[in-house]
Antibody
């Protein structure tokens, strides 16, 4: 059974940093591109970032490029999102998931990030 | 990376059909057959309903169908049921090797 467990969210002051983790199991983690998607309270889904299976190719939404860094440890079946210079508008539930057929068929329960003073 | 445009809401009576549109550009929806659709009831994670414009994952009822014409993709729910009431989002791959979601549509079953 595929499982995705996000962690690392919490309350942080604007300008601060957080590192999110996504522990994956039940599938061949290293063979899948992995993504982060976020959803602000009461708002829609927003794609954040992607990393290929080997970890050598990444891409980012314009709103986070230069502040967020996606990475992975295939030995630990874990995906990460390092978030620096956090802003109030980064407040959201962050979901991780593998890409298949240019879509996202598996989602975790999400982890909440709140950037507020 | 502007969000794809969806109507804020659509509604229909049980048994009727509703269609949700998703309008982008030639750099996303119009340029690739890589549009997906997600259903999200309140307080839950999204669920994939359609991938690559027309394909249904295993377990998704055949009442759900997808199509595309030019820069606009569509999701049709036929034989609307009370359990279909949820928010729906489209998503497309883009020419920048990124993805972009739609603005979301609330489906109400009258």
């Amino acid at each position: 059974e595929v499982q995705l467990v996000e962690s690392g969210g919490g309350l942080v002051q604007p300008g601060g940093s957080l590192r999110l983790s996504c522990a994956a199991s039940g599938f061949a983690f290293s063979t899948y591109s992995m993504h982060w998607v976020r959803q602000a309270p009461g708002k829609g889904l927003v794609w954040v970032s992607r990393i290929n299976g080997e970890g050598r190719s990444t891409s980012y939404a314009d709103s986070v490029r230069g502040r967020f860094t996606i990475s992975r440890d295939n030995a630990k079946n874990t995906l990460y999102l390092q978030m620096n210079s956090l802003r109030a508008e980064d407040t959201a539930v962050y979901y991780c998931g593998p890409q298949e057929h240019f879509a996202f068929d598996r989602w975790g329960q999400g982890t909440m990030v709140t950037a507020s003073s | 990376q502007s969000a794809l445009t969806q109507p804020p809401s659509v509604s229909g009576s049980p048994g009727q059909s509703v269609t949700i549109s998703c309008t982008g550009t030639s750099s996303d929806v119009g340029g690739y057959n890589r549009v997906s659709w997600y259903q999200q009831p309140p307080g839950t994670a999204p669920k994939l309903m359609i991938y690559e414009v027309t394909n249904r994952p295993s377990g998704v009822p055949d009442r759900f169908s997808g199509s595309k014409s030019g820069n606009t993709a569509s999701l049709t729910i036929s034989g609307l049921q009370a359990e279909d009431e949820a928010d729906y989002y489209c998503c497309s791959y883009t020419s920048s090797s990124t993805f972009v979601f739609g603005t979301g549509t609330k489906v109400t079953v009258l």
